[in-house]
């Protein structure tokens, strides 16, 4: 059963100073079929007398052409104006109904209101809402856990990260270790990438799943503790880059689903894991393929157009969030490129609406989607300070600089952010996540700007001020310069539930010459520094480290430069 996404917070919340903020309390989530609706109150704002409030309601039910919320106040709080939501109240009774414009709320869909209002000594949150008359937050079965009940064992919470621990990979820390100052990183959890078929079971006498499962539930103790893995084995994988092919051609979508996502789905659905949170970041690179990379762009592949006419990357994503949803404590999150692929106008609304198609392919639906992933094994910085979208040098706006080339996006939170209000928009739940893989995007070393650049015209101020020092941002293959970015943190910033090394430090993007494998791998000229581009690097250098081994295999030399240039550093 596919199963949505709720604010869960403890019942008793309360408003943090003046300028804190309060969330209504609802109950574990137990199912689309038991939880008709979720309401999710905020207190935004709250001063000595006023507040303001916002609320997202999203409908578990049947389609609805018209709505109406309505709650009670246990205090004397007073509403006094509203938007997007016609208020009324009559003593503590509140009513918010649809306005013309927002009275549709399908299946699965959310809808946001806010408004301002009074009170006097304590601003109390409601505890009960009813949508048409429906009363939602509450197991319409009668077997969920009370409001006040802590969530127990595999049941979904908002952010997987907050308040847990996270796997760290003993297969990757013992390569880290062995390295020279390698154990200062060597404890930083890292994502388990399940790149073939083989690596269900482990590759070469390594680790397969049940293994980093078990190893998990060691490391797990009396808390919480968070496994990421990278779902990474599509028909025709990576169309538009053959260093990171795989092993299955492009029809083989049944093979993927029968040998690859279903033996997956079977281990994750064993009891004897139910206590953990897994993590799914599903097909990274594979969507975003299907906007930019096919005809009739001038970065089209043959391969990326053969991907989009037989719809084998949306129905094995569909397929792959339908099966892994079906854990109660999984929480699957879609890749979503990064901004220097999808951050341009046509390649923005486009990509979000495929992944919506994509999410409700081959049985999933939306709920099963808890988030999505921006930057996986990419270099694009976390946040540019010294410039933003909005400057200009001498009357000329930065858009036009060689750099940002028009984009609307100069860094990878801003992106994050603006994509999630996208995503929400067009029918994703409103409590959905982003996570931003900082593990190579630090930029740091004596290469650092420390200020903007000089305002002899925009190319001058873009590229002295920005921190990402890539040749141009379509390089992607083990990039020179690079360093270890932000830690793994949960909760960073608003709408952003954790940043993660998904990528292994020190694991190579792919060799910078042809070498004959067994695991599918091509080669790919990015990866090769003599290399000077194509179109989708506007035709320069690739940037790209010399003597790399296939992608996946351990790189020293990269992984010695990540620290060197780690930012913050270590």
Same mark, same amino acid.
Request: charged residues 15%; hydrophobic residues 35%; proline residues 5%.
């Given at each position: 059963?596919?199963?949505?996404?709720?604010?869960?917070?403890?019942?008793?919340?309360?408003?943090?100073?003046?300028?804190?903020?309060?969330?209504?309390?609802?109950?574990?989530?137990?199912?689309?079929?038991?939880?008709?609706?979720?309401?999710?109150?905020?207190?935004?704002?709250?001063?000595?007398?006023?507040?303001? +409030?916002? $609320?997202? &309601?999203?409908?578990?039910?049947? =389609? /609805?052409?018209?709505?109406?919320?309505?709650? *009670?106040?246990?205090? !004397?709080?007073?509403?006094?104006?509203?938007?997007?939501?016609?208020?009324?109240?009559?003593?503590?009774?509140?009513?918010?109904?649809?306005?013309?414009?927002?009275?549709?709320?399908?299946?699965?869909?959310?809808?946001?209101?806010?408004?301002?209002?009074?009170?006097?000594?304590?601003?109390?949150?409601?505890?009960?809402?009813?949508?048409?008359?429906?009363?939602?937050?509450?197991?319409?079965?009668?077997?969920?856990?009370?409001?006040?009940?802590?969530?127990?064992?595999?049941?979904?919470?908002?952010?997987?990260?907050?308040? +847990?621990? $996270?796997? &760290?990979?003993?297969?990757?820390? =013992? /390569?880290?270790?062995?390295?020279?100052?390698? *154990?200062?990183?060597? !404890?930083?959890?890292?994502?388990?990438?399940?790149?073939?078929?083989?690596?269900?079971?482990?590759?070469?006498?390594?680790?397969?799943?049940?293994?980093?499962?078990?190893?998990?539930?060691?490391?797990?103790?009396?808390?919480?503790?968070?496994?990421?893995?990278?779902?990474?084995?599509?028909?025709?994988?990576?169309?538009?880059?053959?260093?990171?092919?795989?092993?299955?051609?492009?029809?083989?979508?049944?093979?993927?689903?029968?040998?690859?996502?279903?033996?997956?789905?079977?281990?994750?659905?064993?009891?004897?894991?139910?206590?953990?949170?897994? &993590?799914?970041?599903?097909?990274?690179?594979?969507?975003?393929?299907?906007?930019?990379?096919?005809?009739?762009?001038?970065?089209?592949?043959?391969?990326?157009?053969?991907?989009?006419?037989?719809?084998?990357?949306?129905?094995?994503?569909?397929?792959?969030?339908?099966?892994?949803?079906?854990?109660?404590?999984?929480?699957?999150?879609?890749?979503?490129?990064?901004?220097?692929?999808?951050?341009?106008?046509?390649?923005?609304?486009?990509?979000?609406?495929?992944?919506?198609?994509?999410?409700?392919?081959?049985?999933?639906?939306?709920?099963?989607?808890?988030?999505?992933?921006?930057?996986?094994?990419?270099?694009?910085?976390?946040?540019?300070?010294?410039?933003?979208?909005?400057?200009?040098?001498?009357?000329?706006?930065?858009?036009?600089?060689?750099?940002?080339?028009?984009?609307?996006?100069?860094?990878?939170?801003?992106?994050?952010?603006?994509?999630?209000?996208?995503?929400?928009?067009?029918?994703?739940?409103?409590?959905?996540?982003?996570?931003?893989?900082?593990?190579?995007?630090?930029?740091?070393?004596?290469?650092?700007?420390?200020?903007?650049?000089?305002?002899?015209?925009?190319?001058?101020?873009?590229?002295?001020?920005?921190?990402?020092?890539?040749?141009?941002?379509?390089?992607?293959?083990?990039?020179?310069?690079?360093?270890?970015?932000?830690?793994?943190?949960?909760?960073?910033?608003?709408?952003?539930?954790?940043?993660?090394?998904?990528?292994?430090?020190?694991?190579?993007?792919?060799?910078?010459?042809?070498?004959?494998?067994?695991?599918?791998?091509?080669?790919?000229?990015?990866?090769?520094?003599?290399?000077?581009?194509?179109?989708?690097?506007?035709?320069?250098?690739?940037?790209?480290?010399?003597?790399?081994?296939?992608?996946?295999?351990?790189?020293?030399?990269?992984?010695?430069?990540?620290?060197?240039?780690?930012?913050?550093?270590?």
């Amino acid at each position: 059963m596919s199963r949505t996404r709720t604010a869960i917070l403890a019942a008793m919340a309360l408003v943090a100073g003046t300028a804190g903020a309060a969330v209504a309390a609802i109950p574990p989530d137990v199912g689309v079929a038991a939880i008709p609706c979720t309401v999710d109150y905020k207190v935004q704002n709250q001063w000595d007398s006023g507040f303001t +409030a916002a $609320v997202t &309601v999203t409908n578990n039910s049947a =389609a /609805k052409s018209s709505w109406a919320v309505k709650w *009670s106040y246990a205090g !004397n709080q007073k509403v006094t104006s509203g938007w997007n939501a016609k208020l009324s109240q009559s003593g503590t009774a509140v009513t918010a109904a649809n306005e013309s414009y927002n009275g549709t709320l399908g299946t699965g869909s959310s809808v946001s209101f806010g408004f301002n209002g009074t009170y006097s000594g304590t601003n109390a949150l409601p505890t009960a809402f009813t949508l048409d008359g429906v009363t939602c937050n509450v197991d319409d079965g009668g077997g969920g856990p009370g409001p006040t009940d802590p969530p127990g064992p595999g049941t979904k919470v908002d952010n997987p990260y907050a308040g +847990a621990k $996270v796997y &760290v990979n003993p297969e990757w820390k =013992a /390569k880290a270790t062995a390295e020279t100052g390698g *154990s200062r990183i060597a !404890n930083q959890p890292t994502g388990v990438w399940l790149d073939r078929i083989a690596a269900i079971n482990g590759v070469n006498g390594g680790m397969g799943l049940r293994a980093h499962l078990d190893a998990a539930l060691a490391q797990k103790g009396s808390g919480e503790l968070v496994v990421q893995l990278v779902i990474y084995n599509l028909p025709g994988r990576d169309c538009a880059a053959l260093a990171s092919n795989g092993e299955l051609g492009p029809t083989e979508i049944d093979r993927y689903k029968t040998q690859y996502i279903d033996p997956i789905a079977a281990i994750l659905a064993d009891s004897k894991y139910a206590g953990l949170r897994i &993590v799914t970041t599903v097909e990274i690179d594979s969507l975003p393929n299907l906007v930019t990379n096919v005809s009739p762009r001038v970065t089209a592949t043959a391969n990326c157009d053969t991907m989009k006419a037989n719809g084998n990357y949306v129905k094995g994503v569909g397929y792959a969030l339908n099966k892994l949803g079906d854990a109660p404590n999984v929480y699957n999150y879609v890749d979503a490129g990064h901004h220097g692929w999808l951050g341009w106008d046509d390649n923005f609304a486009p990509s979000a609406a495929l992944f919506k198609e994509a999410a409700t392919a081959e049985g999933a639906t939306v709920a099963d989607v808890h988030g999505f992933i921006v930057n996986t094994a990419n270099y694009s910085a976390l946040k540019e300070s010294h410039f933003t979208i909005n400057d200009s040098v001498g009357g000329a706006s930065v858009r036009t600089s060689k750099w940002i080339d028009w984009n609307r996006y100069v860094d990878e939170q801003s992106y994050a952010q603006a994509m999630r209000t996208q995503l929400v928009s067009i029918g994703f739940p409103s409590g959905i996540g982003m996570l931003i893989d900082t593990s190579r995007n630090g930029w740091g070393g004596t290469a650092r700007p420390t200020g903007p650049g000089a305002t002899t015209n925009v190319d001058t101020y873009v590229n002295g001020g920005r921190y990402d020092r890539r040749i141009h941002l379509g390089n992607w293959c083990n990039q020179s310069g690079a360093g270890l970015g932000e830690r793994p943190q949960a909760s960073p910033a608003t709408g952003i539930d954790a940043y993660v090394w998904m990528k292994p430090p020190g694991e190579s993007d792919g060799s910078s010459t042809a070498i004959p494998n067994d695991e599918g791998k091509g080669f790919d000229r990015m990866c090769d520094p003599t290399y000077t581009g194509n179109p989708r690097n506007n035709n320069n250098m690739s940037g790209a480290l010399a003597n790399a081994p296939l992608s996946g295999h351990w790189f020293s030399a990269q992984f010695q430069e990540l620290m060197r240039n780690a930012y913050p550093a270590l």
